[in-house]
C-alpha cells in the first residue's frame, strides 16, 4: 500500500533515486569528480552561452546571449537621435545663432556703406561672420546619422568655422599691433594693412587647415564604424553598439588644434593691444572677446575627456563639443557685432563719419594714454600731467598727410 509510506522527509511522494536532476536550460553539467552520475548545474553567465551540455562558450564580440543563454544575437546599434535631451539643447542654441548671424549679415550687407560697417572692416567682417556661422551649422553634421557624406562634412566644418573666426580676429589684432608699434618709430604706416593685404593673409591661415583636412582624407578616407566597446555594460541585456564617425580623440584634437594655437596667438595679441584707445579700433572688444572664449574652452577639456569612459560619452562629448562651438560663435557675435547692429538700428544718429585724423595723430593719442598710465602709478597727477603737456609742447611739428579713418579703419 503505497499511501500508507511514511518517509522521514514527511512527504508521502517517492524520493526520485538519482544524485544530480536535470540542469534548466542555459546551464552547463559540472561532474562531481570521480561520481559520474553526479554533478552541479552551473549558469553561463555575462556574454556566455550553452554550447553544449557540458559547456559555456563566450559569444562573438558584436553579440550578446540570448534570454535563455542557448544561443547569441546581435547587439542593437544606437546612434544620437534628434529628439535626445542631449541634442535638443545644442539643436536650439544652434538655431538661435544661425538666425542671429543670418540678420546681422542681412545687415550688414543692407548697410554696406555706413560709416560703423566700413569703420569695422567690411571684407574682415563677413569673413568673422561666416566663420561664426559655420561654428554653429556644424551642430547638424555632428547629431545627423552617420554615413560617409555625414563623416566627411564632420571632418571639414569642425575645425573650419574655428579657423575662420580666429584667423580673421588673429589678422585683426596683428594689424592693430603693427599701426601702434610702427607708429611709435616713424609717421609712414607699415606694410600689408590694406584691406585685400587683410584678405590675403586671413586665408593664407585658413588655407592651412584645409591642407591638413585634405592630408587627413588622403590618409584615412573617412568612414563609419560601429562601436560595441563603448556601452559593452556587465549585464548583456544592456550593451549597445553605438554607430559613429571613424574620428578618434587624437584625430579631433589635430582637426582643432591649429584653430586653438590661433585662438592662443590671437589672445596674445589682444594683450599686447589691450592699451590702444577704444576710440579707435576693437581692441578691447576682441580682448574681451579671447578672453571669454579661452574660459569656455578651458572648461571644455575636463568635461570632455573626462568622459572618455562614461557609459553616456558619445552623448556627453558630442553636446559638449557643440554647445562649446556655439558659445565660442555666440560670445564673438555678441561682443563684437550686436553693439553695432543696435547703433545702426535704434540709434542712427550715431552712424555718421568720424573725423578726419592722421596716421600720427592715432598714434601720438596711443602714445600718451599708454606714457600716463605708466607714469600714473609712479608719480602724482599734477605731475603727470605737466610731464605729458611738456612732452607736447617740445615734439617737433612735422608734415603729415590726413586721410579718412573710416577708409582706414583699425
Known amino acids: 500500500n503505497m499511501d500508507a509510506m511514511q518517509w522521514t522527509s514527511g512527504d508521502p511522494s ?12 542555459g546551464e552547463r553539467k559540472k561532474v562531481v569528480k570521480g561520481v559520474p552520475c553526479c554533478w552541479h548545474c552551473e549558469r553561463c553567465e555575462g556574454y556566455h ?21 542557448t544561443g547569441c544575437q546581435p547587439i542593437p546599434i544606437i546612434k544620437l537621435e534628434w529628439h535626445s535631451p542631449w541634442a535638443v539643447l545644442p539643436v536650439f542654441i544652434s538655431v538661435l545663432g544661425i538666425l542671429a548671424t543670418t540678420f546681422v549679415i542681412v545687415t550688414f550687407v543692407r548697410y554696406h556703406d555706413t560709416p560703423i560697417v566700413r569703420a569695422s572692416g567690411r571684407e574682415m567682417s563677413y569673413v568673422l561672420l561666416t566663420g561664426i556661422f559655420l561654428c554653429y551649422a556644424i551642430t547638424f553634421p555632428m547629431i545627423a546619422a552617420p554615413d560617409v557624406a555625414v563623416c566627411s562634412f564632420r571632418r571639414i566644418f569642425l575645425g573650419l568655422g574655428m579657423c575662420f ?63 560595441y566597446g563603448e556601452q559593452r555594460t556587465q549585464d548583456p541585456e544592456n550593451a549597445r553598439g553605438v554607430l559613429k564617425c571613424d574620428i578618434s580623440d587624437l584625430s579631433l584634437i589635430c582637426s582643432l588644434g591649429y584653430s ?14 589691450r592699451g590702444v584707445p577704444e576710440t579707435f579700433n576693437e581692441a578691447k572688444p576682441i580682448g574681451f572677446t579671447m578672453y571669454t572664449t579661452c574660459i569656455i574652452w578651458l572648461a571644455f577639456i575636463p568635461i570632455f575627456f573626462g568622459t572618455a569612459q562614461s557609459a553616456e560619452r558619445m552623448y556627453i562629448q558630442t553636446a559638449t563639443l557643440t554647445v562649446s562651438l556655439s558659445l565660442s560663435a555666440s560670445v564673438s557675435l555678441g561682443l563684437l557685432y550686436m553693439p553695432k547692429v543696435y547703433i545702426i538700428i535704434f ?12 596716421f600720427k595723430a592715432i598714434v601720438t593719442v596711443a602714445t600718451m594714454t599708454s606714457k600716463l598710465s605708466q607714469l600714473t602709478s609712479e608719480r602724482p597727477n599734477g605731475e603727470v600731467k605737466t610731464e605729458l603737456c611738456e612732452g607736447m609742447d617740445t615734439m617737433p611739428s612735422s608734415k603729415t598727410t590726413y586721410v579718412s579713418y573710416t577708409n582706414h579703419a583699425i
Open 165 to 227: 573666426s580666429y584667423a580673421a580676429l588673429l589678422t585683426k589684432t596683428n594689424r592693430i599691433h603693427r599701426i601702434f608699434e610702427q607708429g611709435k618709430k616713424a609717421v609712414t604706416p607699415p606694410r600689408f594693412i590694406s584691406p585685400a593685404s587683410q584678405l590675403v593673409i586671413t586665408f593664407s591661415l585658413i588655407s592651412v587647415q584645409l591642407m591638413g583636412v585634405f592630408v587627413w582624407f588622403a590618409a584615412d578616407p573617412p568612414h563609419t564604424v560601429v562601436d
Open 347 to 358: 540709434h542712427p544718429e550715431q552712424n555718421v563719419p568720424k573725423r578726419k585724423r592722421s
Open 49 to 69: 552561452f550553452q554550447a553544449s551540455e557540458f559547456m559555456c562558450e563566450l559569444c562573438p564580440y558584436e553579440q550578446r546571449p540570448d534570454q535563455n543563454h
Open 14 to 25: 517517492v524520493p526520485a533515486s538519482v544524485c544530480s536532476l536535470p540542469c534548466k536550460m
Open 260 to 273: 586653438i594655437l590661433l585662438m592662443v596667438t590671437c589672445t596674445v595679441y589682444a594683450i599686447k593691444t
